[in-house]
C-alpha cells in the first residue's frame, strides 16, 4: 500500500510500502518518517512551490545557515525529490542531495491558472490601465537565462513592429498596441537590455515595456490578449507559462519546437511559425490580430487550446511516476504487481481525475499561495525561539563571537550547578567510612526493588491482565498506550520512551541487540524477551500483546472492550482462552476473504504452507516425504492477525515453548540462504523481516489444535465471539502433537542437549529463552551442595588454625596500685633524692 501524505492530515496509516509526499507543509509528519521504523521506507516527495528556495537564499544571506541545514535533512530523508519541471531543481540547488529527479506535467499548473482567472475574474485590464480598445502582447519565454536570449526577443519584436501601422495613436505616444516582455527577475537589468532594443528597432515610446517573471506576471498574463513565446532554445517539457496562457484562455504563437509541436497543432489549438523563418511569425499576428481587435479564427484557437491545457502531458507524467514507483516501491507478495504502462487502459491517460482533487480546488489561488508563506513564516518562527535569530543587516555575523558567547554561558550554567551542590553537600551531616560502607551496601541491595517498584508497576499489581506492546524506534511512540493497563516493549535500547516504565527487551533477551535476528523476528521478538525468567518482571495471571499497528489502524481496544475483556477475565467466563481483537477476514490485505492457509500463502510470496510443513517436519522429526501440515478449516469463522490478542500466563508460556522450537526449526531451514544473499523465499524481494509474517499467524495454529477456545472481541463494542467452537474441531485437531506433555519433553530433550553436548553448530534455540531440564535443577543443587561443604571446610579450617595457633606465655602482669601508694612512694623517692 501506498501512503499519500498531503498537507491535510490527521493520523498515520501503519500497513504501507511507500509514501507519497506533495507538499512543503508535509515536513511536520516527515519528522516522524526519520525515526524507525519508517526511516527505511521509501518516500518520494514532490515539490511544486517555489517560495523555499527563494526563501533559502534570504537564509544563507542572514546566515541561517542552521535552518537551511534542517530542511536538508528532510530532503536528504526522501528517497527521491520529484521536481514537475527542469527549473525547480536549479533552484532547489542547495539541497540537492543526489536524489533530485524530474517528471515533466502536473495539474498543479492548471489549478493555479484557473484560481488565478478566478482571482482577476474583475477588469484587471482597468487596473493595469489598458483601456478596452487596447491589444496586448505578451512576450514570453524560457525559464533559463542564456546569452541568446535578448537576441531572440529583439528578432521577435522585430516581427512584431509592423503591427503599429494599423492601430492609432495620440499625441505620438499613446499607441492601443502595448508590448509586454516577460523574462527575467527583479534583480536583473534585464530592463534596460529591452529598452535599449525598443529604441534601436524604433518603437514608439512606452509602447514596450519589462515586467520580471517574479514581480507581477499573473496580473500582465491575464491583461493579456495573446501570448507570444520567444525563445527558440529546444525545451525538456513542455513550458508551463505557455500551459497557463492556454488554461485561461489565450491564443499563443510559439515556434514550432519539438516539445511544443508535440501538444500543439498550427491552427487547431494554437499558432506555431518556424525559428528559422521569423517573417512567419509577423504574417500569424496579422491574421491573429484583425481590425484593432481579436479575430474569430484567435478565438477559436484559443478556446480549443483551453481545452487541450486542461489534460496536458497526462500520458507522460503517468509513465513517468509509473516508472518511478516501479523502481523504488518493493511491492509485497499479497499483492498484483502493477502493470506496463502500455496495459494501462487509455482512458486513464487521457485526462486527471480531477474528482480526486475537490478540497483542494477550494483553495483559491491566493489562499494556497498565503498558506504556503504562513506555513514557512511559522517554521522560521519556531527556530528563532528555539535557537535564537541570527541575523544581522549592518554587518556580517560572527561565529567566533557567538562561539565565545555560547561557551560562557555554559561555564556560567556549571559553576551555579556546582556551587548548588556544594552547598547542599555542606548541610549533610559526614560520619565514619565504616557507615557510608553500610549505607552504601545497603543501598544497592535494594536499588532494583526501588527502581522497579514505580508508579506504573504499582498501578497494575492488582489487576489481572497486563497488555504488552512492542515498539521499535521513536516513530512508533505516538501509537502506544500511557495507562496502567499497558507497558511498552523496547526491542532497542536505542529509541525507548523516557520516562516510561518500559520494557528493555535487548537487556531481557540478548539475542535482540543482534540486529538481524532484530528484524526478522520483528515484534515476535517480545514475546521471547517476556517469557525469559517472566516471574521477575510479569506478576498478572493473564498476559496479552498489542501490535502498534493495530493502534495506527484503528483497531486497538476501546476503554469500553478493554473493561469487557477485564470482566471476562475476573469472572472466568471462557476459562483458558484466547482473546484476540484483529480479525483476518477485515485484514486489509485480505481483499480476497482467502481461507487461512491461502491467506497466509497471499501474504510470504506463496511458500507459507510449505515453510510451515519443513518447519513442522524439523521439529518433530517426521519423514521427509510425508506433507505435514496441521489443518485449518474454514468453517466461516475468522482468525487473528497483528499479534494483538491475550492469553493466561501460563498457556502463554506454553505457546512461547512450542514457538521457540517452531522458530529454531525455520531459522535452520532458511538462515543460510536469507543470511547471505538477503533473499527469502517468504518474499518476493529482499526482505530483512523474512519470518515476520509467518510467525504473525502462528498463534491461530496453537491455540486450535492445543484445543484452546477462541474467542473474538470487538475493539470497539467489546462484545465476544467465540470462534471454532470445540464442537467443530472434533477429529480435526492434531491434540497430541500440540499437548503440553510433548512439547515440554521436547523442550527438556533441546535442554539436555544444549547444556550437556555444548553443540559447536550455530543453533538459535539456546538463545532464545531460559535452558531448563532436570539435569539443570541437579546441577544447582549440586553446586547449592558444594558451595556449602565448601563454606563450611573453610569455618573448620579457620577454627583449626585458630587452635593450633602459638600464644606468647604471659611475662607478668602489671597491677596498678591505689592512689595513696603512689603518693608515698613519690614523697618516699623525692626524700630519698634530697638526703
Given amino acids: 500500500m501506498i501512503f499519500w501524505v498531503t498537507s491535510n492530515f490527521d493520523d498515520l496509516f501503519c500497513s504501507f510500502d511507500g509514501i507519497l509526499v506533495n507538499s512543503l507543509e508535509a515536513k511536520v509528519a516527515l519528522s516522524c518518517f526519520m525515526q524507525e521504523p519508517f526511516k527505511s521506507i521509501p518516500l518520494i516527495w514532490t515539490i511544486h512551490e517555489r517560495i523555499l528556495a527563494v526563501r533559502s537564499r534570504q537564509y544563507t544571506a542572514n546566515g541561517q545557515i542552521a535552518l537551511v541545514n534542517d530542511w536538508k535533512r528532510y530532503f536528504n530523508r526522501a528517497t527521491v525529490v520529484v521536481f514537475p519541471n527542469y527549473f525547480l531543481p536549479m533552484m532547489y540547488s542547495a539541497f540537492d542531495a543526489g536524489n533530485h529527479y524530474v517528471i515533466p506535467g502536473s495539474p498543479a499548473p492548471v489549478w493555479e491558472a484557473n484560481a488565478m482567472a478566478a482571482l482577476y475574474k474583475d477588469n484587471v485590464r482597468v ?237 483559491t489561488y491566493g489562499d494556497r499561495t498565503l498558506r504556503s508563506s504562513r506555513f514557512l513564516d511559522k517554521v522560521e518562527e519556531q527556530w528563532n525561539h528555539s535557537y535564537g535569530s541570527i541575523t544581522s543587516n549592518d554587518e556580517s555575523f560572527s561565529y567566533e563571537i557567538w562561539k565565545e558567547e555560547k561557551e560562557n554561558e555554559i561555564l556560567n550554567v556549571r559553576k551555579r550547578r556546582e556551587e548548588e551542590e556544594l552547598k547542599d553537600r555542606s548541610d549533610q551531616p559526614h560520619g565514619t567510612w565504616e557507615e557510608v560502607y553500610r549505607g552504601a551496601k545497603r543501598a544497592d541491595r535494594s536499588r532494583n526493588d526501588l527502581h522497579e517498584r514505580d508508579e506504573g508497576e504499582l498501578e497494575r499489581t492488582g489487576q489481572p491482565l497486563c497488555i504488552y506492546e512492542p515498539y521499535f524506534g521513536q516513530g512508533t511512540w505516538s501509537f502506544l498506550h500511557l495507562s496502567s493497563l499497558y507497558r511498552g516493549v523496547g526491542l532497542s535500547t536505542k529509541g525507548r520512551r523516557p520516562g516510561t516504565d518500559d520494557v528493555d527487551g535487548p537487556s531481557r533477551l540478548p539475542l535482540l541487540s543482534n540486529p538481524y535476528y532484530r528484524d526478522i523476528l520483528g515484534e515476535y521478538g517480545a514475546f521471547f524477551a517476556i517469557a525469559n525468567r517472566i516471574d521477575r518482571i510479569h506478576k498478572n495471571a493473564w498476559i496479552g500483546f498489542q501490535s502498534w499497528r493495530a493502534t ?91 499479534l494483538s490478542w491475550a492469553l493466561p500466563t501460563r498457556s502463554f508460556l506454553e505457546f512461547v515453548m512450542f514457538s521457540r522450537m517452531f522458530v529454531d526449526a525455520l531459522d535452520a531451514h532458511m538462515y543460510d540462504a536469507h543470511h547471505q544473499s538477503g533473499h527469502c523465499y517468504l518474499s518476493l524481494s529482499k526482505d530483512k523481516h523474512c519470518y515476520s509474517r509467518v510467525l504473525e499467524l502462528l498463534i491461530n495454529v496453537w491455540a486450535y489444535h492445543s484445543a484452546r477456545h477462541m474467542v473474538y472481541i470487538n475493539p470497539e463494542t467489546g462484545l465476544m465471539q467465540e470462534q471454532h467452537k470445540m464442537k467443530s474441531r472434533r477429529g480435526k485437531m492434531w491434540v497430541k502433537w500440540f499437548s503440553y506433555t510433548t512439547l515440554k519433553s521436547m523442550d527438556e530433550d533441546l535442554a539436555e542437549e544444549a547444556d550437556s553436548d555444548h553443540p559447536k553448530r550455530r543453533w538459535l534455540w539456546p538463545s532464545t529463552g531460559e535452558v531448563i531440564w532436570q539435569g539443570v535443577f541437579e546441577k544447582e543443587r549440586n553446586l547449592r551442595n558444594r558451595q556449602k561443604e565448601k563454606k563450611k571446610q573453610q569455618s573448620k579450617d579457620k577454627l583449626s588454625r585458630m587452635r593450633r595457633k602459638r600464644h606468647q606465655k604471659v611475662i607478668g602482669k602489671y597491677v596498678k596500685p591505689p592512689p595513696e601508694d603512689i603518693d608515698n612512694s613519690n614523697s618516699t623517692t623525692l626524700t630519698s633524692v634530697f638526703l
Fill in 127 to 363: 487596473k493595469m490601465g489598458y483601456g478596452p480598445d487596447y491589444v496586448v502582447i505578451a512576450i514570453v519565454g524560457s525559464q533559463f537565462l542564456y546569452r541568446g536570449l535578448w537576441l531572440e526577443h529583439a528578432l521577435v519584436l522585430q516581427a512584431l513592429l509592423p503591427l503599429f501601422s494599423n492601430f492609432p495613436f495620440s499625441d505620438n505616444t499613446n499607441f492601443h498596441l502595448k508590448i509586454v516582455v516577460l523574462t527575467g527577475n527583479s534583480t536583473s537589468n534585464y530592463s534596460l537590455a529591452v529598452e535599449a532594443i525598443a529604441v534601436n528597432l524604433r518603437y514608439p515610446r512606452g509602447a514596450v515595456k519589462h515586467i520580471a517573471i517574479d514581480r507581477d506576471a499573473d496580473n500582465e498574463l491575464n491583461a493579456a490578449d495573446i501570448v507570444v513565446y520567444g525563445s527558440f532554445h529546444e525545451e525538456q517539457s513542455f513550458p508551463e507559462i505557455l500551459l497557463k496562457a492556454m488554461c485561461i484562455g489565450k491564443p499563443i504563437i510559439a515556434p514550432d519546437l519539438y516539445m511544443i509541436r508535440k501538444h500543439v497543432d498550427d491552427r487547431v489549438n494554437g499558432f506555431l511559425f518556424p525559428k528559422e523563418n521569423i517573417g512567419v511569425l509577423t504574417e500569424i499576428v496579422m491574421q491573429v490580430i484583425s481590425n484593432g481587435k481579436l479575430s474569430p479564427l484567435a478565438s477559436n484557437v484559443a478556446s480549443l487550446g483551453k481545452g487541450a491545457a486542461k489534460n496536458l502531458m497526462v500520458a507522460e507524467t503517468l509513465e513517468g511516476y509509473a516508472s518511478l514507483l516501479g523502481k523504488v516501491i518493493k511491492f509485497p507478495s499479497e499483492v498484483s504487481l502493477p502493470k506496463a504502462f502500455v496495459q494501462i487502459p487509455s482512458k486513464l491517460k487521457e485526462e486527471w481525475r480531477w474528482h480526486l482533487f475537490g478540497p483542494f480546488f477550494n483553495l
Fill in 552 to 642: 495506527a489502524r484503528k483497531a486497538s481496544l476501546s476503554r469500553t472492550a478493554e473493561k469487557a475483556l477485564l470482566d471476562a477475565i475476573q469472572t472466568r467466563r471462557h476459562e483458558d482462552t484466547l482473546y484476540f481483537w484483529v480479525r483476518m477476514d477485515m485484514d486489509p490485505r485480505n481483499q480476497l476473504q482467502q481461507d487461512f492457509w491461502s491467506f497466509c500463502d497471499a501474504i510470504n510470496a506463496g511458500n507459507c504452507k510449505s515453510a510451515f510443513s519443513e518447519a513442522f517436519r524439523n521439529m518433530y522429526g517426521v519423514e521427509q516425504n510425508l506433507d505435514y501440515l496441521p489443518p485449518m478449516p474454514g468453517d466461516g469463522d475468522t482468525w487473528s492477525v497483528m
